[in-house]
């Protein structure tokens, strides 16, 4: 394949929960690859509470 | 509430009531494993297991039930919240996933009810002929994958 005919395509997202980043690549106007990276920002929290007596 | 108690908590060192106590032996680590989940899917703290939940992606590449997650570092604890993250990404290589997803869930594989862990979203994604990985956060008290505070 002649990559050179490949029309490369890239975004990010960025808010409170993640930061992520893709990758396209399209040949003659059809998407032949596209990756897609999540960096979670978000964990998952549990509060223990134990009663006062 | 001890700081020790929550740390114990991951490992599954306490069984208060016989209801519910899954068949392993505790000197072996549970397998856990993470699927992916349609746009369209509703998963969120009512999600009880695997097997309960819809509607999960489907594709070249993909397998049902999703790829194994490595927990490689033990629970640990610092002041009063103990906490403990996946010691790897969890990827999905070379698969096509046309259909748009937002959701992970992480479920006990070995427990035969397939327990549901957690679910985390994010903005919905596809895969052509590639690669989709969630990278973990920081392994620590502030933001670590799974904490109790």
Same mark, same amino acid.
């Given at each position: 394949m002649d990559e050179s005919l490949l029309e490369k395509r890239e975004g990010t997202i960025d808010n409170d929960n993640e930061t992520t980043t893709w990758v396209e690549y399209w040949l003659e106007g059809e998407l032949?690859?596209?990756?897609?990276?999540?960096?979670?920002?978000?964990?998952?929290?549990?509060?223990?509470?134990?009663?006062?007596f | 509430?001890?700081?020790? &108690?929550? !740390?114990d908590? &991951?490992? %599954?060192?306490? /069984?208060?009531? %016989?209801?519910?106590?899954?068949?392993?032996?505790a000197a072996t680590a549970d397998v856990f494993k993470a699927a992916l989940y349609t746009? %369209?899917?509703?998963?969120?703290?009512?999600?009880?297991?695997? $097997?309960g939940a819809v509607t999960? !992606?489907?594709?070249?590449?993909?397998? /049902?039930?999703?790829?194994?997650? $490595? &927990?490689g570092t033990a629970p640990a604890n610092t002041t009063t919240t103990s906490y403990l993250t996946p010691s790897a990404s969890i990827?999905?290589?070379? !698969?096509?996933?046309s259909t748009s997803f937002d /959701?992970?869930?992480?479920?006990?594989?070995?427990?035969?009810?397939?327990? %549901?862990?957690?679910? &985390?979203t994010f903005t919905a994604q596809t895969v052509t002929a590639g690669t989709f990985s969630l990278t973990m956060p920081t392994?620590?008290?502030?933001?670590?994958?799974?904490r109790i505070a």
């Open positions: 032949v690859h596209r990756s897609a990276h999540v960096q979670l920002k978000r964990a998952v929290v549990s509060f223990g509470e134990t009663a006062k | 509430m001890t700081n020790s &108690f929550k !740390v908590l &991951f490992n %599954a060192v306490h /069984a208060f009531n %016989a209801t519910g106590i899954p068949a392993h032996t746009a %369209a899917s509703s998963l969120g703290t009512t999600t009880t297991s695997y $097997t999960e !992606v489907s594709g070249t590449g993909y397998t /049902a039930g999703g790829v194994t997650v $490595t &927990f990827t999905y290589t070379n !698969v096509t996933l /959701a992970m869930l992480l479920y006990n594989n070995t427990n035969s009810g397939k327990n %549901a862990v957690a679910v &985390f392994n620590d008290a502030t933001t670590g994958l799974l």
